[in-house]
């Protein structure tokens, strides 16, 4: 049994692991203070790249390419750059245990490390249809997505079952992103979930009314309104069968479940205070024991802007929890300070030849402007919800980077709306004028 010390442990191998990395070298980091714990066996890596450009038939994007922190523009940190600036990459390794008063974490092979300061960054797993104890659900080619290593099984799955039928269990973003994957890859595919609309915790039912009859329009096979209740398999143990709660079944060589994830709290469970299913912190993202920040999917932080606690899993803010956690950190060292995290929510998604940003909430009146016809070659669209008299989100599909940024620009700024009518005249232009 090992045991090293290091001033500070970010644990977890995420897009919040890379980013503080990032962070902590831009702040002088020496060498030997600071190591990132992970148990995947590649450095930290952009994870949107899973579920797009790395499911590709052709061109596809792999590794070293989008290693952290080539998503936000910024610099490559490749395996051997975390060496070059003295920080320790300790892969592959587990940890089973933490101890947040002795300040300690113990991995699965023993090896014990202490810290002067923490960074939980352990982000989310996905939910398996076997927690909730689907029959058959443990059948081969029934398949998940969220590492990298859960990707290349994608992969193979793709080129073993070459132009076959697949089931894409769940109508979220993976279920959107995966459903036009393997349909460039000549799949037959159907998307099966038990919500009204696709996306329905940001889409209102008109936006998904676009995408569900563009998905169609590509090919893609969409049944609402029921989920999943059993598989069969071949003699082999792969999938060869969904049984659908409404009496139906569908032939599978590949199921693809996308039906949501929760952080990974459970190392740290009735040591620190939670709320809303994560880690509660501040504004900087100091959770209730000393020395010890929770960063992107499982923080639970004040979202200024609303006056609320949220936990919100998007790349957009593992990166930027990450950066504010790290500054934060080294700022109380010298006995100064940062401002308080103030946060946007921003989503975004691209699949097929769509791309779509949204900024701020979406509660209140929405409306539709644009054109939201999927039969044309290139549809740009966009929607604004309004609460209280006041725009308080904004999304549009095939936007430029300029409306883009006017739609988070109207987003922060929240804007009196004078009519729904005339927001729907103006669309677009009512954000530029912000």
């Known amino acids: 049994m090992a045991e090293k010390s290091f001033k500070y442990i970010i644990l977890g191998g995420g897009v919040s692991a890379g980013y503080a990395a990032k962070e902590f070298a831009s702040q002088g980091v020496k060498p ?106 443990d059948s081969k080619n029934i398949l998940y997505l969220r590492e990298i290593d859960d990707a290349d099984k994608v992969v193979e799955a793709i080129k073993a079952k070459k132009g076959g039928k697949a089931v ?54 969409i049944i609402k309104g029921t989920v999943a209740s059993g598989f069969t398999a071949h003699p082999n143990g792969e999938v060869n069968e969904v049984q659908l709660k409404d009496g139906r079944s569908l032939e599978a060589d590949i199921v693809i479940v996308g039906v949501g994830a929760k952080p990974l709290t459970a190392l740290f469970k009735g040591q620190v205070e ?17 020395d010890v920040y929770a960063v992107g999917d499982v923080a639970t932080f004040p979202l200024k802007m ?4 949220r936990r919100v899993e998007h790349v957009d803010h593992s990166r930027k929890s990450a950066e504010q956690a790290v500054k934060a950190i080294k700022a109380a060292e ?38 939201s016809n999927p039969s044309n070659p290139k549809p740009r669209f966009g929607a ?10 904004a999304f549009m599909e095939g936007g430029s980077g300029d409306e883009n940024k006017a739609l988070a620009k109207v987003a922060k700024a929240r804007p009196v709306a004078e009519s729904l009518d005339d927001l729907t005249k103006q669309g677009i232009s009512f954000a530029a004028k912000v």
């Not at 070293?64 to 892969?91: A, D, M, N, R, T």
């Not at 939670?274 to 000393?290: H, L, M, N």
């Not at 604004?384 to 989100?393: A, E, M």
Request: glycine share 12%.
């Open 32 to 137: 030997g203070e600071l190591a990132v714990i992970s148990k995947e066996a590649v450095a930290p890596y952009e994870r949107p790249a899973l579920s797009k450009g790395y499911l590709f038939p052709e061109g596809a994007a792999r590794l070293p390419g989008f290693h952290c922190c080539v998503g936000s523009g910024g610099e490559k940190l490749l395996p051997e750059s975390y060496k070059q600036k003295g920080i320790e990459l300790i892969l592959s390794t587990e940890i089973v245990k933490a101890d947040l008063a002795a300040k300690s974490l113990v991995s699965a092979a023993g090896d014990v490390f202490k810290y002067e300061t923490l960074i939980i960054a352990t982000g989310s797993t996905v939910l398996r249809l076997t927690d909730f104890g689907v029959k058959g659900a």
């Open 168 to 221: 894409v269990v769940g109508g979220g973003y993976i279920g959107l992103e995966l459903s036009a994957a393997l349909r460039i890859n000549n799949f037959d595919v159907t998307m099966v979930f038990p919500e009204p609309w696709c996306m329905p915790r940001l889409f209102t039912a008109d936006i998904a009314a676009f995408y569900e009859t563009y998905y169609t329009n590509k090919g893609v096979k």
């Open 334 to 371: 010298g006995g100064g300070a940062v401002e308080e995290y103030d946060y946007l929510p921003f989503f975004y998604s691209r699949s097929f030849d769509l791309s779509w940003q949204f900024y701020g909430d979406n509660v209140g009146d929405s409306v539709l402007f644009g054109d």
């Open 384 to 393: 604004y919800w309004v609460k209280d008299g006041k725009v308080v989100g």
């Open 274 to 290: 939670e709320d809303k299913g994560g880690i509660k912190t501040d504004a900087f993202f100091k959770t209730s024991v000393p």
């Open 306 to 309: 609303y006056g609320d606690m």
